[in-house]
Each structure stands twice: as structure tokens, then as C-alpha cells.
């Protein structure tokens, strides 16, 4: 009896020091991602895997990764998470906003295992949250297409109208408008964040209707390719889409998550990991402007990279006053700028966006 609680007091003693999600001493740690969509050639999952690969590659040996890829939002997502975690993975990655509530509902069961969810807003004492500010870089690719739009009507295939997406809709407006007061936007929504099938469908409906450049917030990259076949300008998303419009691809506001996937890979290997709200912009290394089309001019180009040293050194923000939404209300008063809480729970369209916004 004396020698089982003696083991039960050792063990504890072990997790104490190991921390949450930490491996034990000579085992390599594994890490496990959920994708929402295939990984493929380009687009939000195949950042993500970049990610994981860069990983792979910094820790060698001292790490071993897994992926499931296409996984659907909802009970199936939670099983897989599940899964991950009780299989020996301390570290789980979940890389979708409709895997929030998933992994806050299996996290508990798990206290040893540390969980990282993307885009989310919900956290846990084993659930950290992490994001990018996608924003930042619509501003900037808004710029180009207010500059090269001849019709200055922009179309954006929209997946879900949430605030992450929104922030994006209304940033790329407010940077075309800088440049191009008469800029207009029109949104055709496909309620999917992978569906190349409508994407595509949304993407030449809004060309249709007269947009002469398009841009998305979903994950393939049929929007950019549509406006390769119609003969307009398009702006890729999460990845540098140029190889699939050579002729279109103006730029594309692009994502990186090497660096925090790094830092909580080692924070478990040392037994450190806390959960954290980590939200990084252009600063952070986090969003970055894919090359800008050589049709592009030159002087476009410069105000592009001015704007950005600015948002860099805190001189700028896209969202600052003043601020009116497409029914003329305004959200934001001159000499404010929206803060990190306001935006996250965004629900208007900004000025110049066409249409009324459906409800999520």
C-alpha cells in the first residue's frame, strides 16, 4: 500500500514538472493539426502546413507531427480532436473558427495537453487562441485595386459574414477608398470556407455585375483562376496566388504561422507552454503583401510601402477614425481608432459596400 501511494505521488510530481502539454524526457513530442480544408497548393490549410513543415525542419528528431485534413466543422471535428489528444499528442492544433467550440468542449478532458485554436475567441487553462491581422494586409491590397479598378466596382466572395471576415471586406474597401473615393464593392457570400465549386460560381457572378478585380475570403483558389479566364484583375488571399493567374494576380495578402507554431512546439519541449491571445499583424511577421504585379505602377507601389511603414511603426490604422458604415452610421469617430474588442465583434459593412449583411 505504502509503495502504490509512494507511485501515485511520484507520477503527480512528474506532471508538475513536465507542465502541460510537455513531453517526457527523451521522447520526441507530437504535435497534432486539424485542417479544415485539403491541404493543396495554395490557400488558408496550405499556410497552415507550411507552418507545421517549418517545424518539422527547426526541431528534427524532437518532434513528430500528424494532420487531418478536410476535417468538417462540428461532432466530427470534435471526435478527431479527441483522438489526437488521446493518442499521445500534447500538443494539438486547431486551425479553424468552427473548431472553437470543439476544442473547448474536449480540452477539459485533457488537462496535460496543451491546445492552440485559430481565429477563435474563446480560451481555456489548457486553450490558447491565436491570430492573424488579416486586416492589415487588405488595407494594403485594397490600395492596388482602388488604383487599377477602371470600373471601380471590386467584387469579394465572402465565406461567412463573421468579424474575421468582415474586417477584411470592410479593410480592403476603406484602402480602395483611399485611393479612389468612387470605389464601390459588391459581396456574393458562399457560406463555406472551401468550396472551389462556388467560389468560382460567386466569383463570375460578381464579374458579371461588373466587378473588374475580385478577391475572397475563402480557402481555394477558384476566384483568382475565374478572373484569369474573364480577363480581370484579382487579389489572392492566405497565399501568393500568382501562378494561378499569372495575368490577373495583382497581389494577394498573405499569411504565416512558422513562428508561433515554433515558439509552442519549444514552450512544451520545456515544459513552459502557457495559453496565450496572440494576435500578430505585418509587424509580427505574421501577414505579409505577396509581390505586387508588374502592371502595377510604380508610384502605387511606394504608397503601398509607405502605408505599411506606417501601420509597422503604429503611425497607421485601418480602422481609424472617421468611420461610417454603408447606411451612412458612424462607427468610429474622427481622431479614434477601433479597438481589438470592437473589432472582434464586428457586424456592419463599411462605406461603400453595397447590399445589407446577412445575418451568421
Not at 502541460?20 to 499556410?47: N, R
Not at 478577391?215 to 494561378?244: I, L, N, P, R
Not at 519541449?269 to 502557457?274: H, M, N, S, V
Amino acid at each position: 500500500m505504502l509503495r502504490q501511494r509512494w507511485m501515485m505521488v511520484l507520477a503527480i510530481g512528474m506532471m508538475l514538472v513536465l507542465g502541460v502539454g510537455a513531453a517526457q524526457a527523451g521522447e520526441a513530442l507530437k504535435i497534432g493539426f486539424v485542417y479544415v480544408s485539403p491541404i493543396g497548393d495554395a490557400g488558408w490549410t496550405y499556410q497552415h502546413d507550411l507552418g507545421r513543415k517549418a517545424v518539422e525542419q527547426a526541431l528534427g528528431a524532437k518532434v513528430v507531427t500528424k494532420y487531418v485534413e478536410n476535417v468538417p466543422e462540428g461532432a466530427d471535428a470534435e471526435r478527431i480532436i479527441r483522438e489526437l489528444a488521446a493518442s499521445g499528442h500534447k500538443l494539438v492544433l486547431t486551425t479553424s473558427f468552427g473548431f472553437m467550440n470543439p476544442t473547448i468542449k474536449v480540452a477539459p478532458q485533457f488537462p496535460n495537453v496543451a491546445f492552440m485554436h485559430a481565429t477563435g475567441y474563446k480560451s481555456a487553462k489548457n486553450v490558447g487562441i491565436y491570430n492573424a491581422r488579416f486586416y492589415e494586409g487588405r488595407y494594403l491590397a485594397g490600395i492596388v485595386a482602388g488604383k487599377m479598378t477602371k470600373k471601380n466596382v471590386a467584387g469579394y466572395v465572402g465565406a461567412f459574414p463573421i468579424p474575421e471576415v468582415l474586417q477584411g471586406i470592410n479593410a480592403f474597401m476603406r484602402g480602395m477608398r483611399s485611393v479612389n473615393p468612387k470605389a464601390e464593392m459588391k459581396v456574393v457570400w458562399v457560406n463555406s470556407w472551401f468550396d472551389p465549386g462556388k467560389e468560382r460560381e460567386a466569383a463570375l457572378t460578381l464579374i458579371a455585375q461588373g466587378a473588374d478585380v475580385v478577391s475572397h475570403h475563402t480557402d481555394s483558389t477558384a476566384v483568382v483562376q475565374a478572373a484569369e479566364e474573364k480577363g480581370v484583375w484579382a487579389v489572392g488571399y492566405h497565399s501568393d496566388m500568382s501562378k494561378f493567374g499569372p495575368k490577373a494576380h495583382l497581389t494577394a495578402a498573405t499569411h504565416h504561422w512558422d513562428g508561433i507554431y515554433l515558439k509552442a512546439a519549444q514552450d512544451v519541449l520545456a515544459g513552459k507552454w502557457k495559453p496565450e491571445n496572440v494576435w500578430g499583424g505585418i509587424k509580427d511577421k505574421m501577414v505579409k503583401l505577396a509581390p505586387i504585379s508588374a502592371a502595377v505602377p510604380a508610384e502605387v507601389k511606394e504608397q503601398v510601402g509607405k502605408v505599411e511603414k506606417d501601420i509597422v511603426a503604429g503611425k497607421f490604422h485601418p480602422f481609424a477614425g472617421p468611420l461610417k458604415d454603408n447606411e451612412g452610421k458612424e462607427r468610429m469617430a474622427a481622431g479614434k481608432t477601433m479597438t481589438d474588442d470592437a473589432m472582434q465583434k464586428m457586424d456592419f459593412y463599411a462605406e461603400g459596400v453595397q447590399g445589407k449583411l446577412p445575418k451568421p
